[in-house]
């Protein structure tokens, strides 16, 4: 009944972090029609950390001194550079190319776990990590390969912001076993929620784009909304998710962003092509042999 409930639990927050992160980028756009990319990486951060701080307050005190380091390292990988690089890449690049991109993370979460941390793995989930990784690169060709062509550099900063989640996934498998997803999440914040917190409020001038830019306020919410949701309330089930499922599992979530980021940006103007549907399948079988065991 303990595995039925796993199995059950890890499918269940998949399917919550897709629709939260799929969502994430159409909010990015929103809020950059106000605010800069280094404003909305801050935000984003910023916003979360208040939220997570009547939890840190409360575990801060059992993390043991020698994790500090460990701690701030994932909250820098794992959210706070993320989220400056992928705010800065939807200035150059649609909200589906991004959601698209980002889907490579699987494939460098395997690759860190096998060259750095002796994660084994069966020879059919390498095949569906490169199956559900053409599938992400057929969906992007779909849409025209001229439009990321045109915006390479841009498409840059996510691949380095999916290296970087993929690292941090493999340092919260292998070295923080022993720590609750809560205290992962909320003590992580700490280290990169008040340095983005004055930043803010002392080297941007945030307060005067709110008093003079319309819509800045209506913007602000969608920040408000994508901090709470996309980066505190995913962050933990994403944390929980690496802990009760293997890595690559926990990354697979980035397959299926696509197809949500697809949706919100056809409803917002961006183009859908016929194509997606085929590439669409690909990504889901390759989901399914990502996560295959052997009987």
Known sequence: MEGKKIFFYKWAILVVLVIIWGSSYILMKRALGTFSPMQVGALRIAIAFIFLLPIAIFRFKKVPVKLIKLFVLVGLLGSGIPAFLFAIAQTGIDSQIAGILNSVAPLFTLLIGVLFFRYKTKWFNVLGVFIGLAGAIGLLSAGGMSTFDSN????????????????????IKTYLKEVDALTITSVSFVFIGIPCLVYLLAGTDIVHRLNHIPGAWTNLGYMIILAAF??????????????ISSVIFAASVTYVIPIVAVIWGSLDGEKFYIGYFLWISLIFLGIYLVNRERK
């Open 230 to 243: 996309g980066t505190a309330l995913a962050g933990v089930l994403y944390n929980y998710l690496i802990k």
């Open 152 to 171: 390479l550099s841009f498409g840059i900063y996510i691949i380095i912001a999916t290296m970087l989640y993929s690292l941090n996934t493999n340092l």
